[in-house]
């Protein structure tokens, strides 16, 4: 059973920054990209960004891609978002979830999910 756990989530100032964090628990973390989502009240959940195994190759949605970071330190179980110059439209909860195959950009292809971290950007 693998864990994730979100952390770093908080009310900014809009133009403000934070930098989210997802620790994953077990042995297999190196083995496996990582993305996350994002889900504002009343809308689908949507992709934000994935990162595969090793670090090397990112992808990221065209909408957040200016400001908007993914990174991963597999030593530490870890994979992170840096979300930068955050407007009123980034509010939603962000999950992070394992990826189960090369590349993932739909929610169906993902199988372990955490239980998100709540991002609210006031105007």
């Known amino acids: 059973q693998v864990q994730l756990v979100e952390s770093g989530g908080g009310l900014v100032q809009a133009g403000g920054s934070l930098r989210l964090s997802c620790a994953a628990s077990g042995r297999t973390f190196s083995s496996y990209g990582m993305g996350w989502f994002r889900q504002a009240p009343g809308k689908e959940r949507e992709f934000v960004a994935v990162i595969r195994r090793s670090g090397g190759h990112t992808y990221t949605s065209e909408s957040v891609k200016d400001r908007f970071t993914i990174s991963r330190d597999n030593a530490k179980n870890t994979v992170y978002l840096q979300l930068n110059n955050l407007k009123p439209e980034d509010t939603a909860v962000y999950y992070c979830?394992?990826?189960?195959?090369?590349?993932?950009?739909?929610?169906?292809?993902?199988?372990?999910w955490g239980q998100g971290t709540q991002v609210t950007v006031s105007s």
């Open positions: 979830a394992r990826c189960t195959r090369y590349a993932c950009t739909r929610a169906s292809e993902y199988d372990y």
